[in-house]
């Protein structure tokens, strides 16, 4: 019977398989190299950013140690000027405000005040009056109750603060900024209880704690960047690891997809050539029986007969085109896209097709969306009850974009593929095969858009 087709029917070209380039193994390595250098470029990032991070509050203590070393240091200086330059020179007659013994204070006092350390000198009695100060007119004024410890004097403690000065003995250092202001007790032979205030211009701290944070800060921060280029190693053989799994993951996905075209080729061609051609040939020998039977009856089931014959012809038929790819090489994307919205087109669904001329691919990208459009299109054909679908392939902020939608029944994409809906399956593994994103948008009523995303940069275009 198969002599009554004709021979281009009886044969399916193995032009209609789908003709790519194989993929280039050099392609794969530059990009799994480069997807190695990205790593590990986030990586130094991410370690300069901790290492700044750490050195922030690192600093912080650094200076708080130094401000701490340095004010003891002035305690100290502090305690031997009260003991050994002022102490001796505290008389009755200092005491009593006479003017010589103030006078010979004064000389023993005017270098630390020269140089500029010594911004304030005041002796205080135990009642809160001003017994000595460089500046005159404070002498013999009382303050009330001192805001020192009570106990400084005989525990031989001084007292440091860094502040601005407001209190009412400070209207000379009000406009000063920041002093550091220094109590200690001392015990002259005069035999009273007295205690030594000195304000200190806050320059003696802050070259402290420069001296110190220039000394500490270089160790810290090397110790910080050693402990980075230690992790690096590591960090560069895990990307390397992860990319090598991802790479042979891709591979095994790249074979399945392969496979499953092959065997999409194997099942259409023995569709065509054995299945398709018997139950033409018999389509044939019903409609010749149909010719010569004389029963009216015989001749209405025969009928009947050959009318159910054609359809389920017509379904293989259809079936075996949606199994094959549009020849990539002699059609070109574009055409392939619009051959493939035929059959929706002549069942009297609204199909656009459009395609940005902005957009480049490689034979494989280009392969990756025409399966996710066959599949889409087959999945719409059979489950969506569309009366309208839409093909857009443009590119949208560096990346390559595939959006299919319909109008159709949708689903609900929080549960899942629906069940019986394997092209959803398949199409995710093409796109993941390629280093493509899918992602699936529906909800019940409103119809189902499918997106193919192709990342910036993932598009290199061979000679």
């Not at 001192?146 to 209190?167: F, K, P």
């Not at 089931?301 to 079936?319: D, E, Y």
Request: hydrophobic fraction near 45%; charged fraction near 25%; avoid cysteine.
């Amino acid at each position: 019977m198969r002599h009554l087709l004709p021979r281009a029917e009886r044969t399916v070209p193995e032009a209609a398989t789908l003709a790519l380039d194989p993929p280039d193994p050099s392609a794969r390595t530059v990009t799994g190299r480069s997807e190695v250098h990205a790593a590990v470029r986030r990586f130094l990032l991410a370690g300069l950013v901790v290492v700044l991070l750490a050195a922030v509050p690192a600093t912080w203590w650094i200076r708080a140690v130094a401000e701490q070393h340095a004010v003891e240091h002035v305690l100290r200086v502090t305690q031997r000027l009260a003991n050994h330059a002022v102490a001796p020179l505290i008389t009755e007659d200092l005491l009593a405000g006479g003017s010589a013994a103030t006078a010979q204070l004064d000389v023993r006092m005017r270098p630390w005040l020269e140089d500029g350390t010594i911004r304030r000198i005041k002796i205080w009695d135990d009642d809160g009056t001003i017994v000595y100060s460089d500046e005159h007119e404070l002498i013999g004024q009382n303050f009330g109750p001192t805001s020192w410890d009570d106990g400084l004097v005989a525990r031989g403690e001084g007292v440091a603060t860094i502040e601005h000065q407001q209190d009412a003995e400070n209207s000379h250092e009000a406009g000063a900024g920041r002093l550091v202001e220094v109590y200690v007790g001392f015990v002259p032979d005069a035999g009273q209880q007295l205690v030594l205030e000195v304000y200190y211009d806050d320059s003696i701290v802050r070259e402290e704690q420069r001296s110190v944070l220039m000394s500490l800060a270089p160790a810290f921060l090397l110790t910080l960047v050693l402990f980075q280029l230690a992790q690096l190693a590591p960090a560069v053989g895990l990307a390397r690891r992860i990319q090598d799994h991802r790479s042979a993951r891709a591979r095994l996905l790249q074979h399945a997809v392969d496979a499953a075209e092959l065997e999409r080729v194997r099942v259409a061609r023995d569709l065509h050539d054995d299945v398709i051609q018997d139950l033409a040939g018999l389509s044939y020998s019903l409609e010749a029986q149909e010719m010569t039977a004389d029963d009216p009856e015989q001749r209405r089931a025969l009928v009947r007969s050959r009318t159910i014959l054609q359809g389920s012809l017509r379904t293989l038929r259809g079936i075996t085109t949606a199994l094959y790819s549009p020849d990539l090489l002699t059609l070109g994307l574009p055409k392939a896209l619009a051959r493939l919205a035929d059959p929706l087109a002549r069942r009297g669904i609204d199909t656009s097709v459009r395609i940005s001329p902005a957009v480049l691919l490689t034979p494989e990208q280009e392969g990756m969306f025409l399966k996710v459009a066959r599949e889409a299109f087959a999945n719409i054909s059979k489950h969506a009850h569309a009366s309208t679908v839409t093909l857009h392939l443009e590119v949208e902020h560096g990346a390559t974009v595939m959006s299919i939608s319909d109008d159709g029944t949708g689903f609900d994409d929080s549960r899942g593929s629906p069940e019986g809906h394997l092209g959803l399956r398949i199409m995710r593994d093409v796109a993941d095969a390629a280093g493509a994103a899918l992602e699936i948008r529906s909800r019940p009523g409103t119809g189902t858009t499918v997106l193919a995303v192709l990342p910036p940069g993932a598009v290199t275009v061979r000679p």
